[in-house]
């Protein structure tokens, strides 16, 4: 594969339903793989890597439906190495989350994990990269990468914010969450609605919008989700709404 592609494995927020996985998206690209956050969905990661490349994992936030794939891990066999980029901090909370007697540690794992800190800088990745925190109930992080000339801003849980447009600026591709129906909003549990997501892409002069993060128990059908994405087209009209396998190229 020459050109750079976005893959969504897992499009729920919350928890998996008829309708999806938890949240998790790959990021194709010649040389390196790049996941975004570890839920469900990663079950399907199988499917469209043969793992003999690095693969670079950025989790955005610890919330169970963004990490319990990560007790799969034993499902791949990362040959080329699995690099794993978190806030900071994120290593003390994987030491925990990732150990006995929850799951297997990375220890143990037949293939060696690297855990990258926002702190240790990203000098050694193989693309850009620019993580700056968002606006959400515990911290979490949003990622700006630059892979082979494509810019694409990843915005998991988050309310609006001007780090969140700041992350979009003039991106290629602008991946959102979309937990809240049109109109909704929750000032003591941020996350955003169409028109929100819609307003950040706008806002930044993003060139698309794919939203996912589906709150399952607010998107139940298909139609629903296609109801989101007719209110973010009234903002930012160039909107996708993703669905477990929907595939957007770069």
């Not at 990661?45 to 950025?58: A, C, N, Q, T």
Request: proline share 5%; net charge negative; hydrophobic share 40%.
């Amino acid at each position: 594969m020459d050109g750079v592609r976005a893959v969504f494995l897992g499009t729920n927020g919350w928890y998996d339903t008829e309708s999806g996985n938890t949240v998790c998206a790959l990021i194709d690209a010649p040389g390196f793989k790049v996941v975004l956050d570890a839920g469900g969905g990663i079950r399907r990661l199988g499917d469209y890597i043969d793992f003999s490349v690095p693969v670079y994992m950025f989790l955005s936030h610890f919330h169970i439906d963004h990490i319990w794939g990560l007790h799969v891990s034993v499902k791949f066999n990362y040959t080329s190495g699995l690099f794993i980029i978190t806030g900071d901090g994120g290593r003390s909370i994987l030491d925990v989350f990732q150990n006995r007697p929850f799951t297997i540690p990375f220890a143990d794992l037949p293939y060696d994990v690297k855990i990258i800190e926002a702190g240790d800088g990203f000098a050694d990745l193989p693309f850009g990269a620019t993580v700056l925190p968002l606006q959400h109930s515990v911290p979490t992080v949003g990622i700006r990468m630059d892979i082979l000339g494509r810019v694409i801003a990843y915005c998991p849980d988050t309310g609006y914010c001007a780090n969140a447009v700041e992350l979009a600026r003039g991106a290629d591709l602008l991946i959102a969450e979309c937990s809240y129906r049109p109109g909704e909003t929750h000032h003591e549990w941020p996350h955003l609605n169409p028109g929100d997501a819609a307003r950040i892409a706008s806002e930044a002069g993003a060139k698309s919008l794919a939203l996912t993060h589906f709150d399952a128990s607010r998107y139940e059908t298909r139609k629903d989700r296609m109801d989101a994405r007719s209110a973010a087209e009234m903002i930012f009209r160039n909107t996708a709404a993703c669905f477990d396998g929907t595939v957007i190229d770069l």
